[in-house]
């Protein structure tokens, strides 16, 4: 028997406990596809339990067990338990979460209106102009909170970060998130969006909050000049380049960026995470010195 089959073995027979067991045809209404990640597809639905529009997650389950292999011998809570814990403005709210009738995990989480970062960047979305200190600050407070509670993003990237229609900014997909505690910090696990991995996650090193920091510096880099700081990670070879450069100066991409401003996105983006911010509190108290811009 493989480790795969081991793996389904331990998930069929595992106690349910409180969970909640569905059948989703019967619950929901889908009414359109709003995104799909690695280990999942995301709908924008009817719930008819809840008598609203909901966003519904349903996570491939032999994907998602591949990705708990990570981690051997550690129990990793599930991503719709770590979601609902977070309660925070700047973080997707999330209502339940338990198994289908099919064994796949789900999660019921609001239903956010808006655009996602990533669209607001490539676009170059004027209404970023003069409003990047606040998403920026946004967050930063979303990953703050998310670090106070004991855990780690690992995934901060613009494609993950909703704005909705009143510019609240919410972090979203907490699929790759761990508990912020040593033994899943360990040296190996090289999980997360290539141009958004920190360096130590690169060369496999320990790791610690400042993994999402360093997402967080990239992901505020781009905001303000629209560009990367590395050519755009496509193999091995190009995703070196994040320990063997510093990166561009981000008046490369946009020269009338100003020198405070400049270097704080230098520093964001800093390769030796003792040079970075060390925590968001200090992401955030550097950028309210920040001009508007």
Not at 22 to 31: N, P, Q, S, T
Not at 46 to 59: A, E, I, N, P, S
Not at 66 to 84: N, V
Request: proline share 6%; glycine share 8%; net charge positive.
């Amino acid at each position: 028997m493989g480790v795969l089959d081991t793996l389904k073995g331990l998930f069929q027979s595992k106690p349910k406990g409180s969970l909640t067991v569905i059948d989703v045809a019967k619950r929901f209404e889908l009414i359109g596809r709003t995104g799909q990640g690695s280990m999942s597809k995301v709908w924008r639905a009817r719930d008819r339990q809840l008598g609203k529009l909901v966003c519904l997650k349903l996570l491939d389950r032999i994907k998602t067990l591949k990705f708990e292999a990570r981690f051997p011998g550690l129990k990793r809570p599930p991503e719709g338990l770590i979601a609902m814990s977070l309660r925070h403005k700047n973080i997707v709210q999330t209502f339940e979460h338990g198994i289908t009738k099919d064994k796949e995990p789900y999660i019921v989480m609001e239903l956010i209106e808006g655009m996602g970062l990533n669209f607001w960047i490539e676009t170059r979305n004027p209404q970023m102009e003069g409003k990047r200190t606040h998403i920026l600050r946004q967050l930063a407070e979303g990953i703050g909170f998310i670090h106070k509670q004991g855990y780690l993003h690992r995934d901060i990237c613009p494609r993950n970060v909703m704005i909705d229609q009143e510019g609240v900014v919410k972090i979203i997909d907490l699929g790759l998130a761990i508990p912020f505690r040593p033994e899943f910090c360990k040296p190996g696990n090289r999980t997360g969006t290539p141009n958004y991995l920190a360096p130590e996650l690169i060369k496999r090193q320990t790791t610690d909050h400042r993994v999402d920091l360093f997402a967080l510096g990239v992901t505020a880099y781009e905001v303000y000049t629209g560009g990367l700081p590395w050519e755009r990670a496509e193999s091995l070879q190009t995703l070196l380049s994040h320990m063997n450069s510093p990166g561009k100066d981000p008046r490369e991409h946009r020269p009338d960026l100003d020198d405070a401003t400049a270097a704080f996105l230098i520093k964001s983006i800093e390769r030796n995470p003792h040079g970075r911010f060390q925590s968001t509190d200090d992401f955030i108290e550097a950028l309210a010195n920040l001009p508007e811009n």
